[in-house]
């Protein structure tokens, strides 16, 4: 082989190695700008803000194919409780009556001396202007049924008078073989507040000992969270998102856009879930915020605070 050939081979593999080492360069700059987009995404955070660590947490979180958007689930149809033996169903037709203010609209049942729904008259169901208000609906559970307090639960059948002023009304319930009358007030207050006081009286001349008893808050059975209670997820974050009902936490995704809303709006304090890896939680990690994440977020928070 003379110094020419020796000279093209020499060169040959100068180019090869130079485009292997390009290659490499434009794969590392790719994985770069991935995981630049996936943080952006996990926190909505400029790419500057965040930490070499909060890029490999949100590219990780990125990995797990999290859905684009919160899908509703399907409600699926309620299944009364059973009625316990002591209180079986009556023909008594069902009565009922609807407070009103200039906050909520609240519906009340003779079944039970309870609440059948509630319209929270300036919260739209979604983010479009024109969606209805808010409407609980406690049909399946009704809320402030007395439980485990026999002849006075959700089968009992209370007299229901609603009061001239619209706001307020007594249920009234009386046991003859007890000998047991219950009161029921229930007053509308502002700042969507419900006042309910209940009186007992003893008519007999036997002294009458109270068992051990509960009251129904009502459950809604809607919403992505796998709690079961009182409370808002989200404000729906698309035109085709409603209102859903349970914790906020039924989705960390929301908490980020929450917590910046609720910092603008004057908000006293945050509190968050964390874990450094949220996919390897043993709780709640559907609703975790990655720990990494949450020095950009309070930084921002702190600026929409000093702002509002």
Known sequence: MNKQEIAI??????????????????????????????????????????????HETAAFQAATSLPPAITPLAESPATPAAVPADEPATDVPETTATLVNDEMRLTLTSKGGAIRSATLVSYRSAVDRGSPPVVLDFTPSPALVLKDLPGFGAQADYDLVAHADGTSATLTRRHAELGLTLERQITLLPDYRIAVRDRLVNASAAAYALPASGLGLGAIHR?????????FDTLGAAHTLAVTYTKTGGDGRW??????????????????????????????????LPLAAIGPLWRQCRRMDELA
């Open 223 to 231: 919403g992505l969270s796998k709690n079961d209670m009182l409370g």
């Open 255 to 288: 908490a980020p856009y929450l917590s910046r809303a609720a910092a603008a709006a004057g908000c006293d304090g945050l509190f968050w879930e964390t874990h450094r890896n949220p996919p390897e939680a043993k709780s709640d990690k559907d609703n975790a």
């Open 9 to 54: 081979v020499v060169a040959l593999c100068a180019l090869l190695l130079g485009w292997f080492f390009q290659q490499n360069q434009h794969a590392k700059a790719r994985l770069a700008a991935g995981r630049e987009r996936a943080a952006l995404a996990a926190t909505n955070t400029p790419p500057a803000a965040l930490t070499a660590e909060a």
